[in-house]
Structure formats: structure tokens, C-alpha cells
């Protein structure tokens, strides 16, 4: 396991940002810290996002940070350049696949069956990003896929909320889990910073009830 993953699984929860500045970044990453999350997955969804991961990696360092909704080969190379740790995926893209694992960095592309991990695990990937999970069956789709797939080990997103945070990270196949509901797009326009903390305080309560072992 490396040492990103071994972050994200002792984190539990890797919380979605989503800035309209770069600035936003510093406050936002921080108030995670504070809540006890030391991971975020910035998505690639506005012009500033580049701009973010890379004041992120220079403001916030002790945060491990990721690039989200990476989608091509160039974005996977302008995430890494920017300072990406890992990248997010919700597709499944050979070639971005490659692409960061010639770089040596984590990525975890998206599925939304069970051919589709077969076909990333075929691939080399180790850890796949369910997405949207709720839609695609939530919980009742990851038991159903641990028989046959064994081997499959899945972050769960987009549905997965402070609600039911826990019972995706009691599933064993579940190394982590995606959300924004921690910091949700009001929450970050808005700088309210203490309410970012206290979600993130809340889903980290979440991980240490499903998974005592990882309280500290």
C-alpha cells in the first residue's frame, strides 16, 4: 500500500472541493485539518482548481491533496504538474490510467459495474471510485459485487452524506469514502470555515464508530 492510500484509508472520508478562487483553498483545507481530516479531493470542474491544488501543496502541506473529475490525459498531467497527489476519476480512462501510474501516483478511476472492475482492476488500479453510488445501488451493490470480486476495494461517492457515512465504511471492500457534504458549495463561498470543521469532526466520529481501530 502507499503511503497516499495508507493516508486516505486512515482518513476515512476523503472530503470533494469545489473553489471558485485559488484563495479559497488555504481556509477551506485548514478548517478540514482542524476537524481531523488531512485529506481533500479539489475537482477539476472550475478554471481555478489548478491554480487551488497547487497553493494547497504550498499553504496547507501537512493536507494531502488530490485532483477530482480528471477525465483526460492532459488533465492528469496538469493535476500532477500542479502538485496532485492522487487522482479521481469518474470514468474509467486506460489512458489516464497509465499516465499516472508512469508518474508513481495514485489514481483511482471510476465504476459503475462490475465489468467496469474488472476491466480497471485488468488495468493495474488497486482502489476504484464507485460513482454516483447512491444511484447505482449504494451499499446493496458493493455486498453484492464482494463474492464474485473479492479483490475489489472501492471509495464510494457521490450520495454518500454525514447520514450514511458510516454504514458504507462498516462494508470491508469500502477503503474510504468520497463526499461533499463536508464542504458544500455554500459552506466555501460563504467562508464559513467553523462549519466545515464541525462536518468534518462529525464524519471523522462516523469512521471511528464503523472502525475503532483507526481512533486516535
Not at 480528471?70 to 492528469?76: D, F, G, L, N
Not at 455486498?143 to 458510516?166: F, H, K, Q, Y
Amino acid at each position: 500500500m502507499s503511503d497516499v492510500l495508507e493516508t486516505i484509508t486512515q482518513a476515512g472520508v476523503v472530503p470533494i472541493v469545489e473553489v471558485s478562487f485559488p484563495q479559497q483553498v488555504q481556509g477551506v483545507l485548514s478548517a478540514l485539518r482542524d476537524g481531523g481530516l488531512a485529506v481533500a479531493e479539489i475537482v477539476l470542474r472550475t478554471p481555478a482548481a489548478l491554480d487551488a491544488i497547487a497553493l494547497a501543496v504550498q499553504l496547507v502541506p501537512d493536507v494531502l491533496v488530490g485532483a477530482g473529475t480528471v477525465r483526460s490525459e492532459v488533465e492528469a498531467v496538469h493535476a500532477i504538474e500542479a502538485g496532485a497527489q492522487f487522482v479521481a476519476s469518474p470514468v474509467t480512462d486506460a489512458n489516464v490510467v497509465a499516465r499516472c501510474q508512469n508518474e508513481g501516483i495514485d489514481v483511482f478511476p471510476g465504476i459503475f459495474s462490475p465489468t467496469e472492475i474488472h476491466a480497471a482492476i485488468r488495468l493495474g488500479v488497486d482502489v476504484v471510485k464507485y460513482f454516483p453510488a447512491e444511484i447505482g445501488g449504494g451499499l446493496e451493490f458493493i455486498r453484492a459485487v464482494a463474492a464474485p470480486m473479492p479483490e475489489a476495494r472501492i471509495i464510494p461517492t457521490g450520495g454518500v452524506t454525514l447520514e450514511n457515512l458510516e454504514a458504507y465504511l462498516r462494508l470491508r471492500q469500502v477503503v474510504a469514502c468520497g463526499t461533499s457534504a463536508i464542504c458544500a458549495r455554500e459552506l466555501v463561498e460563504s467562508d464559513d470555515f467553523a462549519e466545515i470543521a464541525l462536518r468534518a469532526r462529525t464524519a471523522r466520529a462516523a469512521v471511528c464508530r464503523a472502525r475503532p481501530e483507526l481512533a486516535s
